[in-house]
């Protein structure tokens, strides 16, 4: 063997276990984590939309009067449906807080709706009702968690693309670029005030 090929047997470690060093493949196994978090998101919020229109069917039967509710859950599902975020988005603010912000209003929209059991005690007692209502309030849950999870997932990322060594490889071979972690919406963590005694 030439001292040539001797130098290169030699130095094909050293470079791989460099290349290794500096994100080559912890920044795709990173971003593939905070892709799959994001469609846990997606997933809960469809489950979510899935299930308001039985809701609304339901609790329309018991409160005809009260079709302004109803209206704007409707409303706030279809305005939700219609704002979408997809994994090539996550690291545009502008689209993940568009995205939020629709979100959180059919979040909002659906809490009237649920407190509606207490003014039609008929409604209380309706099994379909009440099991729509369980499953919604365990999908808001669910939603609660992947959002966070997606968040955690997200803060891993942004810290690996910008942190030695792997922020070498982030920039030189992906071009790597911060996603966008869920924030509270403006007003969220004001519970919205319910009057079913007002006059209707």
Known sequence: MTANHLRAALLAPLAAVSLAGCGLNSVPTAEENVNAKWANVQNEYQRRSDLIPNLVSTVKGYAKQESTVLQQVTEARANAGRVTLNAADLSDPAKVQAFNN??????????????????????????????????????????????????????????????????????????????????????????????????G
């Open 102 to 199: 629709a979100q959180n209003q059919l979040s909002q929209a659906i809490i009237p709706l649920q407190r509606l059991q207490e003014a039609y005690p008929d409604l209380k007692s309706n099994t379909n009702f009440l099991a729509l209502q369980s499953q919604i309030e365990g999908t808001e849950n669910s939603i609660l968690v992947s959002r966070k999870d997606y968040n955690e997932a997200v803060q891993a990322y942004n810290t690996r693309i910008r942190t030695f060594p792997d922020a070498i490889g982030a920039k030189v071979f992906y071009g790597a670029k911060p996603k966008v972690p869920f924030e509270a919406a403006a007003g969220s963590q004001n519970a919205p005030k319910v009057d079913f005694n007002a006059a």
